[in-house]
């Protein structure tokens, strides 16, 4: 009795399953497999210029990642149809990211925040250099919109007073953050700042909050003292009200463009600017830094007293004399005339 013959064909169908089944495995391992299973080496921050093209994005994963892990980004991008040119911004890529779910973080996630710190800086060109070194505008940029009277207008501030806008404190922008919309949201904190109790304050001294700001801007730079800061405050209220000129050295220092000096001299004392309250009266025309709030409120809270006259105390402490009359305040000035030239400050 003779065995059933097998149907023909079955073994090269089979074979051919196999193989197909096999050059499949090898498509998903190659190029589907990474694409859902490698990760990112480390964790960077890649920045979309404006109209960024496909190769910007990828120079900048590049750079981060490697060229494989960038190119498989790419060409999920491309499958997607995604378009980077309108993706304008900065997106945080963790560790241990897969391609897949880095491509929808750059072409649909939001924005990596960036804190930056408003702390202490001497003017506007300053200020400006450092918030835009944080992001995507120039310094002019900046620079031009808190000079901008129209601006300025709504916080009831000059050309002048545009550097009072900016209370020292910490705050978060997107990389992508136009110029205008920083410093309106730097606007907007200080408005809170300046509630109506504050208002009512800086009213009953009979001066505006710029004034108060830039009160408060020579006083945080004649004294590092907290609880002096409000009595040197006062100090010029009084020589204000008596028609005094300020002769505060560090709007002469301001002036110059030179806060390292360490003595005042005769010749500083000269210089063409209306910032010099040596040789003009009242308060200089802006502030000469970055204040804090709480800056702002120990001049709102300074209480009254009748010194006309300030010098440092010859113990190099930061603390100061005060004095109501000018011949107290010469004795004192001495004194730390001398103790400047035994450690030989020049």
């Known amino acids: 009795m003779t065995k059933p013959k097998k149907p023909l064909g079955r ?3 089979i074979w051919a399953a196999i193989s197909c089944g096999l050059i499949l495995v090898i498509i998903i391992l190659c190029f589907v497999w990474p694409l859902f299973f490698s990760k ?9 210029p404006a109209g960024a093209t496909e190769q ?22 491309k499958f997607r149809k995604s378009d980077f040119s309108n993706r304008h911004g900065a997106y945080m890529i963790d560790s241990g990211i897969p391609p ?5 973080i750059l072409t649909h996630g939001v924005q990596h925040p960036f804190t930056i710190t408003i702390n202490c800086f001497r003017g506007k060109k300053i200020l400006a250099d450092k918030v835009s070194s944080k992001l995507d505008f120039t310094p002019d ?4 919109v808190i000079s901008d009277p129209n601006f300025l207008d709504a916080y009831n501030l000059d050309r002048e007073q545009g550097l009072a806008l900016f209370i020292d404190d910490s705050y978060q922008f997107y990389w992508s953050a136009s110029p ?16 109506e109790e504050r208002r009512k304050k800086a009213e009953a001294l009979g001066l505006s909050p710029a004034e108060i700001i830039i009160l408060a801007s020579i006083a945080d730079e004649e004294t590092n003292k907290a609880d002096e800061k409000g009595k040197v405050a006062r100090l010029y209220m009084n020589r204000i009200k008596k028609g005094m000129k300020l002769q505060a050295d560090p709007t002469v220092k301001f002036a110059l463009g030179d806060f390292s000096l360490r003595r005042i001299r005769s010749k500083h004392l000269e210089a063409d600017s209306p910032y010099n309250t040596y040789k003009v009266n009242g308060l200089p025309p802006g502030p000469i830094r970055t204040v804090t709030v709480a800056d702002i409120d120990a001049v709102l809270n300074a209480g009254e007293h ?7 105390k010859d113990d190099f402490s930061g603390y100061h004399f005060f004095a109501k009359d000018y011949n ?12 400047l030239n035994r450690r030989n400050i020049k």
Request: net charge positive; proline share 1%; glycine share 4%.
């Open 306 to 312: 009748d010194y006309l006259y300030m010098c440092a």
């Open 180 to 195: 205008k919309s920083v410093a309106e949201k730097i606007g907007k904190h200080y408005n809170q700042i300046w509630n």
């Open 11 to 13: 073994h090269p169908f």
């Open 141 to 144: 940029s900046l620079e031009k």
């Open 40 to 48: 990112s080496r480390n964790a960077g921050i890649i920045k979309i």
């Open 100 to 104: 897949i779910k880095a491509e929808r």
């Open 56 to 77: 910007v994005v990828k120079d900048s994963l590049t750079k981060y990642f490697g060229e494989k892990y960038a190119s498989d980004i790419v060409r999920i991008a």
């Open 328 to 339: 107290t305040h010469m004795q004192n000035a001495r004194k730390y005339q001398k103790a």
